[in-house]
């Protein structure tokens, strides 16, 4: 019994391991973006349920004996993938479309390590079950979560700070090995308990005798019931970094709570009912009343809500939607003779929501309606099933149960169409894509009676501009005159000058351009190249010379031979989607390659969540360079307060009197320069 809960344990621990290892190791290629998590989890999901069916028809189809030589087989091939680390060669080229590439890297980097992994649970749980007749085998799937929820929870504060990248491939890799002996172990074992191979017998000749196997309304509802915990998931979690924070880390928030309540309601010990810690007497009244919640701050206050409640509100609606969703599963569970069926049919669920989300949504609505949809769902699904059981209850809570759930069902879809109606009419122009949802906006403001136009993705405001004619040339938002980027382009003002460009936005840092300048940008996404072009004018009256690549910045960089810019811009760290790979030394030296002599890196260090000037200070000491920090707070209300950060060799720029008013540095303890190999942004989160 021991091995077997160890064999799980160390399994689900890996599985969720090796997410943000091998996440991280790929982030940079595709520009850090946070859509490059959603499409992994859409792997993860895709491959669990493969691992899922393979492990229904091994176990159904095939004597012990068979399973644990088949089995055996495939955890000494999956071995030939290690050490878990993607080759050079998956780098993308310019305007590859990322999401295929991304799934054939991982396929090969981690894919059939990550499969075996999958099928452990419902396997071992297999096993356990004819081994053991008599033992709590759903016990063994609330330790998986717990597991899971382990190693997510340690990765960030405990696991990335203290090891590099490569040290944290080769240590799962390591223990990879050691899950592989056990399971193997665990599959012999099981192979040669008399009990196994006496059940398996009685199970092939009672096949069609066994009283009460799962209808097809189980099926249904297994599969209906995982798919909206997972659509849940992926909503809530893109609904809060996209439109309530960017805040670093936060996406692990929802993911800690979906786990959690796999754990609370497969905890069937100390005399709990069938459904752990979950009774429809207090949950479905939750659910209905968080579901109201939600759906009136998404559309009545939108962007109003403090980010704390915000946060708190939609965590605890989704926490209560998945102790429904999994509530209702764990309470639905079948004899330990069709786990694995259960199992697999969770597994489709799972990966059908995540698909929906990942990589149906966007590209069927222009919008983010993913949280909509989940939130009518979920009530019309509590609905139904208070539906069902009233009609077996007494009295009055025959009709006010299900006329009530009906009502708040209604209420919760007219807000979401609400919500997206009022998000259509607020734009002139939207799209959407893998990088997320940009929409273009325009704004009377009263002060001066002036509109002015911007570009918004999610939260984050990405620069803005006067649509009258006459004022179109003037460089406002985050580029004004005592902004530090323009005193360091304006330190260069001798002669033409040549600029590079990390992040577009809307073209503003274009308008200081002069007749015989010369500015090269580097967008990653091709959508705001569009849309600079054709819905701002920054880019066609501006007076220097204009060259845009597509594709990630670094990367092209590194590609490009050497530019002789004078300033290069990195402005790229306005989110929560920080993208680390043009934070760290390797990013600077691909820089300073192509500075001309005197030239200076210039970071956008403006953000709420994230403190980047320490560790900037670490990177550009660890360079042999000198680091200015600029801060400029404006009382107009064209601009806005910035934080810049100057990195630069050239003793006359530190020594002029533009920057006499620069800020110092506190430092943060612990903290050390970031590499490719080795960072942490949960040290400099605010």
Known sequence: ???????????????????????????????????????????????????????????????????????????????????????????????TEPTARILLLLVMTIGLPYFLLSTTGPLVQAWFARSFPGGTVYRLFALSNLASLAALVAYPPLIEPATSLQTQSYAWSTAYVVFAALCGASAWMAAKHPAAMKDFEADRKNEEKEQSPPRATDYVLWLTLSALGSLMLLAVTSHITQNVASVPFIWIVPLVLYLLSFILVFDVGGGRAKSGWYARAWGLPALFALMLGMSWFLYENLGVMDIRYAIALYSAGLFAACMFCHGELAAMRPAPRYLTRFYLMISIG??????????????????????????????????????????????????????????????????????????????????????????????????????????????????????????????????????????????????????????????????????????????????????????????????????????????????????????????????????????????????????????????????????????????????????????????????????????????????DKRFEDADDIVPIPGLTAWTDSFNNLFKVVR
Request: hydrophobic share 50%.
């Open 1 to 95: 019994m021991v091995l077997f809960a160890a064999t799980v344990f160390t399994s689900a621990f890996l599985l969720f391991l090796v997410q943000p290892i091998i996440a991280k190791q790929i982030l940079p290629w595709f520009g850090g973006n946070a859509s490059v998590w959603t499409v992994c989890m859409v792997f993860f999901q895709l491959v669990l349920l493969g691992g899922y069916a393979y492990a229904d028809a091994l176990v159904r189809r095939c004597a012990p004996r068979t399973q644990a030589a088949i089995h055996t087989l495939l955890l000494v091939a999956s071995l030939a993938f290690l050490p878990i680390l993607a080759s050079e060669s998956w780098k993308p080229a310019p305007d």
């Open 350 to 655: 799972g990966a059908g929501g995540g698909l929906f989300v990942g990589l149906i949504a966007p590209r069927i609505f222009a919008i983010f309606v993913e949280l909509p949809i989940a939130l009518a769902a979920c009530g019309a699904l509590a609905a139904l099933l208070t539906w069902r059981a009233a009609r077996t209850a007494a009295g009055r809570i025959q009709f006010v149960a299900p006329v009530a759930a009906l009502a708040v069902t209604a209420t919760v879809a007219w807000h979401g169409y609400k919500y997206a109606d009022y998000i259509h009419t607020d734009a002139i122009f939207m799209t959407r894509n893998f990088y997320g949802t940009l929409r273009v906006k325009e704004y009377d403001r009263s002060s001066d009676g002036r509109v002015t136009r911007a570009l918004v993705h999610g939260v984050i405001n990405h620069g803005w501009q006067y649509t009258d004619p006459a004022l179109r040339t003037q460089p406002i938002s985050y580029f004004g005159p005592a902004s530090g980027i323009a005193r360091a382009l304006a330190f260069y003002d001798q002669g033409p000058r040549r600029v590079g460009v990390i992040g577009l936005g809307v073209g503003v840092f274009m308008a200081w351009g002069r007749p015989g300048d010369s500015f090269r940008i580097y967008e990653l996404d091709p959508d705001v190249v569009k849309i600079a072009r054709e819905q701002f004018w920054y880019l066609s009256d501006s007076r220097a010379k204009i060259e845009v690549v597509t594709g990630d910045g670094r990367l092209n960089m590194e590609r490009d031979a050497p530019q002789a810019f004078n300033l290069i811009s990195v402005d790229a760290f306005s989110s929560g989607s920080i993208p680390i790979h043009l934070l760290t030394r390797e990013a600077l030296q691909a820089y300073k390659r192509h500075l001309a002599p005197g030239g200076v890196v210039v970071y956008n260090a403006t953000n709420r969540f994230v403190n980047l000037a320490p560790q900037l200070k670490l990177v550009a000491e660890a360079e042999g360079m000198k680091i200015l920090l600029i801060n400029d707070d404006p009382s107009d209300e064209k601009y806005a307060g910035t934080a810049y950060v100057l990195v630069t060799d050239n003793a006359k720029l530190l020594a």
